[in-house]
């Protein structure tokens, strides 16, 4: 190991803590409805639905963040400086999930929600990026099939970029939007590698 590397468990163990105390701090926002009974419930129900999406991004991303480290043994600074970068914007989720609920969904609180979805999902780019770059700089050939990986990550990208401007027009079709970039990460994930 070169100076200046660590190995990329000692990264991943600290992420997985990151990413514990994120869904933590989630979950806390989640309060009892004052009113009893079923009425009291459906009071909840636009909270569970933002919560239940951002949960299924933080869980997404760390199966990603889990498949990608393992591609490498060390890191060096990059990588690790990209991985603290992606770190504190996927803490911004938990901020942004409260604060689209407390605001009502209205167009503000939606097109904030879609942007730190948007940086968060660049912060990660960046973070396959610098993978990649330590990959090559060591002789190893990229599959094809982590190619394809990052230009159907570019595409998440540009979703969520549409996303914030579609919050003024309808913030229910950017929340789709978002939606769907969950669902395109979700669905290929079962049945492939590992």
Same mark, same amino acid.
Request: no cysteine; hydrophobic share 55%.
């Given at each position: 190991?070169?100076?200046?590397? *660590?190995?990329?468990?000692? #990264?991943?163990?600290?992420?997985?803590?990151?990413?514990? %105390?994120?869904?933590?701090?989630?979950?806390? =926002?989640?309060?009892?409805?004052?009113?009893?009974?079923?009425?009291?419930?459906?009071?909840?129900?636009?909270?569970?639905?933002?919560?239940?999406?951002?949960?299924?991004?933080?869980?997404?991303?760390?199966?990603?963040?889990? $498949?990608?480290?393992?591609?490498? =043994? %060390?890191?060096?600074?990059?990588?690790?400086?990209?991985?603290?970068?992606? #770190?504190?914007? /996927?803490? @911004?989720?938990?901020?942004?999930? $409260?604060?689209?609920? =407390?605001?009502?969904?209205?167009?503000?609180?939606?097109?904030?929600?879609?942007?730190?979805?948007?940086?968060?999902?660049?912060?990660?780019?960046? @973070?396959?990026?610098?993978? $990649?770059?330590?990959?090559?700089?060591?002789?190893?050939?990229?599959? +094809?099939?982590? #190619?394809?990986? *990052?230009? +159907?990550?570019?595409?998440?990208?540009?979703?969520?970029?549409?996303?914030?401007? *579609? /919050?003024?027009? +309808?913030?229910?079709?950017?929340?789709?939007?978002?939606?769907?970039?969950?669902?395109?990460?979700?669905?290929?994930?079962?049945?492939?590698?590992?």
């Amino acid at each position: 190991m070169a100076e200046h590397e *660590m190995k990329s468990t000692r #990264l991943e163990a600290f992420s997985d803590g990151v990413i514990a %105390v994120i869904i933590t701090i989630m979950v806390l =926002e989640m309060h009892v409805p004052e009113m009893h009974g079923m009425a009291g419930f459906v009071t909840i129900l636009p909270r569970l639905g933002i919560y239940a999406l951002s949960y299924l991004m933080v869980a997404i991303y760390w199966i990603n963040h889990h $498949d990608v480290v393992g591609r490498i =043994e %060390v890191v060096n600074y990059r990588v690790l400086w990209t991985n603290l970068i992606w #770190l504190f914007a /996927a803490s @911004l989720i938990p901020f942004s999930t $409260d604060y689209i609920e =407390e605001h009502h969904f209205d167009s503000f609180s939606t097109a904030l929600y879609a942007a730190v979805m948007l940086i968060a999902g660049s912060a990660f780019f960046l @973070l396959r990026s610098a993978v $990649d770059g330590l990959r090559r700089s060591r002789g190893e050939e990229i599959p +094809k099939a982590d #190619l394809s990986e *990052m230009v +159907k990550h570019a595409a998440s990208l540009v979703l969520y970029l549409a996303a914030i401007p *579609m /919050a003024y027009y +309808k913030p229910a079709f950017s929340l789709a939007l978002v939606l769907i970039v969950t669902l395109i990460w979700i669905a290929p994930k079962f049945g492939t590698r590992h």
